[in-house]
């Protein structure tokens, strides 16, 4: 069972920026896929970014804005996000996958408003 705690969310003005962080529970980067998802109320959880041993992929409406990445040291997930924009509005969820079995954090709020 992998436990994963996200961290980092909160109020933001559009422009602005915000790390969000994902502590893991033991070492799985090297054979998880690490991601960030995001739900607005009414929506479905989207994709935002993902981390494997081959590299990194983003969801269209973020790239250029969010990097995501890992430090195996701290067991630690994150997800800079940069120029935010109000459409960013929306918790956001770490996850880990490994066939068959996929885990998620309770998830983070994030808030993008002036």
């Known amino acids: 069972q992998v436990q994963l705690v996200e961290s980092g969310g909160g109020l933001v003005q559009p422009g602005g920026s915000l790390r969000l962080s994902c502590a893991a529970s033991g070492s799985i980067f090297s054979t998880y896929a690490m991601g960030w998802y995001r739900q607005a109320p009414g929506e479905q959880r989207d994709l935002v970014a993902i981390i494997t041993s081959a590299g990194t992929n983003y969801a269209d409406s973020v790239k250029g804005r969010f990097t995501i990445s890992n430090d195996n040291a701290k067991n630690t997930l994150y997800l800079q996000m940069n120029s935010l924009k109000p459409e960013d509005t929306a918790v956001y969820y770490c996850?880990?996958?490994?066939?068959?079995?996929?885990?998620w954090g309770h998830g983070t709020q994030v808030t993008v408003s002036s």
């Open positions: 996850s880990a996958e490994r066939f068959p079995n996929k885990y």
